[in-house]
């Protein structure tokens, strides 16, 4: 029983994989997707960091939103200086996406902001 799961977790894993990265596959779902469905399963995959980086591009792209949303409470709004692990090692990629994709001028209008956000999440 565990074995097949692991099997079908793999396969599935590779499929992803080989869609997620898939230039038309990206462009397809951008065009296509249930935006409200495409950014639940993306939210997971970012959570789970489970493809990430490519969820994360493919979530700005379709719900500009909640994926800065993602930005300011998951990243902008923590302690980084308690963590354990590296909570912002995905960072760069990610600010790139959002340079290259909403442009220069939304970057910096999220980094300027951190100390809004880091009051507006606090736990």
Same mark, same amino acid.
């Given at each position: 029983?565990?074995?097949?799961?692991?099997?079908?977790?793999?396969?599935?894993? #590779?499929?992803?994989?080989?869609?997620?990265?898939?230039?038309?596959?990206k462009?397809?779902? /951008?065009? #296509?997707?249930? /935006? @409200?469905?495409?950014?639940? =399963?993306?939210?997971?995959?970012? @959570?789970? &960091?489970? $493809?990430?980086?490519?969820a994360?591009?493919? *979530?700005?792209?379709? +719900?500009?939103?909640?994926?800065?949303?993602?930005? &300011? @409470?998951?990243?902008?709004? !923590? +302690?980084i200086? !308690?963590?354990?692990?590296?909570? /912002?090692?995905? =960072?760069?990629? $990610?600010?790139?996406?959002? %340079?290259?994709?909403?442009?220069?001028?939304?970057?910096?209008? *999220?980094?300027?902001? %951190?100390? &809004?956000?880091?009051? &507006?999440?606090?736990?």
């Open positions: 029983m565990i074995i097949d799961a692991i099997q079908e977790y793999i396969t599935a894993y #590779h499929n992803l994989s080989k869609a997620i990265t898939n230039d038309q596959e462009e397809y779902f /951008v065009e #296509h997707a249930d /935006v @409200s469905k495409a950014t639940y =399963l993306l939210e997971n995959l970012i @959570s789970s &960091k489970t $493809m990430l980086q490519p994360f591009e493919l *979530l700005l792209k379709i +719900n500009k939103e909640e994926a800065l949303d993602i930005i &300011k @409470s998951w990243y902008l709004s !923590r +302690n200086s !308690r963590a354990i692990t590296d909570p /912002v090692e995905d =960072l760069d990629i $990610m600010f790139t996406d959002i %340079k290259d994709i909403l442009g220069e001028e939304e970057l910096d209008k *999220l980094l300027k902001n %951190k100390k &809004k956000y880091e009051k &507006k999440y606090e736990k």
